[in-house]
């Protein structure tokens, strides 16, 4: 596909895309090392997309919603423009009443988004229509509650509290830390996770702090039920987070056991009545782990990263609800990613790679990765079973450098709708923002864009990411 930019024109004066007004980084170039353009989409320092399960696109393809400091802002996928949808007090993301984004609508062009009152006594549902930023109340939510999703028709939420009394119940957060030499605040986005996580996890889970898992109405239900009107799902003393409902199937919700992957069994599926309570992967092996689990686009197959056992061999494996088939793509070490995305035909899938402290501890991880995947064939007469997994390899493909990125930032890739770029978020500049980088290697580009990213990264952000790169 041919870029939509390879000049910026100011006052009359032809710039190439390198030039940059004010110290500001550069809008593209092509990295060196790999042959495809990179495109800053974001203009906000500490800019940043949605954690890469939760979708961002509205359901027309034409918009892609990110958060920024000063506020909630659309990107135009066509035009690449970015407005402010939905600012925050005072510009600041952390004031009181800041508007905490929950999930683009899979029916609507909208955005659903809560705000907790000051004392956060009461957390308010709304929705935003991202065309043009009507604002309409949905509910209130109990004290100590919260959402994290919304279901395909839209007329439900789902979220945990904690029962009882949680008062200094506290192990920390993703916040970062507001200190530390490696904690800097130009390294700060959105997915910028800190040093105590790892201990956090730990003493959270260990707590078996009774939780419950609901739902919520956000819109009137078939049998006169009200907004507001909560339903429990399941009582549990296990840490449940990373609520996932269905793109396409209303009732189906998918959640996880959270903690140390290898003390959890955590991917499971339920339904909006409470039924079919389902664990999706079984361990059968000492280590063995299952996690950043995500939806397939057309909702009928869930994917997550498979460690068989932990650290030593990597697959990024499939579950299909209504075959009940099982696929397993298998990666070298150096190109197991922290999050994984794909497209909706499954003919492509991409990767975010990893720095040396990550648990593939890979020496050359620090990619955004294009993978092709390919099935391997069966013999005739293979033994085979219902559980079996059908056996594949993900051939490789670097697109971005990424080595002067500091992966406590995570890049959280997806698709572009139209395939064309893969999203991503990084702090090679020092401050995150949001890229993509086109699928489909440059084409004769001008001498002047071919950059190395690193070196490129280096003259904003001189100082090197923890793994020394």
């Not at 959105?190 to 919520?216: D, I």
Request: glycine letters at 8%; aromatic letters at 10%; charged letters at 20%.
């Amino acid at each position: 596909m041919k870029s939509l930019f390879h000049s910026l024109t100011i006052g009359g004066l032809v710039l190439s895309p390198l030039l940059s007004l004010a110290q500001s980084p550069p809008r593209s170039w092509v990295d060196k090392d790999t042959g495809h353009r990179i495109w800053r989409l974001s203009d906000e320092p500490n800019s940043g997309g949605f954690y890469f399960n939760v979708n961002a696109y509205t359901p027309d393809s034409k918009q892609m919603i990110y958060t920024a400091p000063d506020g909630v802002h659309v990107l135009d996928l066509s035009t690449r423009k970015t407005r402010l949808l939905l600012p925050n007090p005072a510009g600041e993301s952390r004031a009181a009443g800041t508007p905490h984004p929950v999930v683009v609508g899979h029916k609507t062009n909208s955005l659903f988004y809560t705000v907790s009152s000051p004392d956060k006594s009461i957390t308010t549902v709304y929705k935003i229509d991202t065309n043009t930023g009507t604002i309409r109340k949905l509910t209130d939510l109990p004290p100590h509650t919260s959402i994290s999703t919304v279901n395909a028709d839209e007329t439900l939420a789902a979220g945990t509290y904690i029962e009882g009394d949680a008062t200094g119940k506290e192990y920390g957060s993703n916040a970062p830390p507001k200190s530390g030499k490696t904690d800097t605040p130009a390294a700060q986005g959105p997915h910028y996770q800190p040093t105590n996580k790892g201990e956090m996890m730990r003493l959270r889970l260990a707590a078996r702090l009774p939780l419950v898992l609901f739902t919520v109405r956000l819109e009137p239900g078939p049998n006169g039920e009200k907004p507001g009107t909560m339903k429990t799902l399941l009582h549990s003393t296990d840490w449940v987070n990373h609520l996932l409902f269905s793109p396409t199937d209303p009732e189906l919700l998918m959640y996880c056991h959270e903690g140390a992957w290898e003390k959890v069994d955590r991917i499971w599926m339920i339904h909006t009545d409470g039924t079919q309570n389902t664990l999706i992967h079984k361990r059968t092996m000492l280590m063995e782990i299952a996690g950043h689990e995500f939806w397939g686009l057309d909702g009928e197959t869930i994917w997550y990263d498979w460690q068989y056992p932990r650290g030593e061999v990597f697959y990024l494996a499939g579950y299909n609800l209504k075959t009940h088939e099982r696929t397993a793509y298998n990666m070298p070490r150096n190109d197991w990613s922290i999050h994984f995305n794909l497209t909706k035909d499954l003919d492509l899938f991409t990767g975010d790679g990893g720095d040396p402290g990550h648990v593939a501890k890979a020496p050359d991880d620090e990619w955004i990765e294009l993978f092709h995947p390919e099935l391997l064939k069966i013999s005739d007469g293979a033994l085979s079973g219902p559980d079996f997994f059908h056996p594949g390899v993900f051939h490789s493909e670097h697109l971005v450098n990424m080595a002067h990125h500091n992966y406590r930032e995570e890049p959280n890739v997806r698709f572009s709708p139209d395939k064309s770029l893969v999203i991503f978020t990084s702090n090679l500049f020092g401050p995150s923002y949001v890229f993509g980088v086109e699928v489909q290697k440059a084409v004769n580009p001008p001498a002047a864009d071919i950059q190395s990213t690193t070196e490129l990264g280096r003259k904003f952000k001189p100082e090197a990411p923890p793994s020394g790169k």
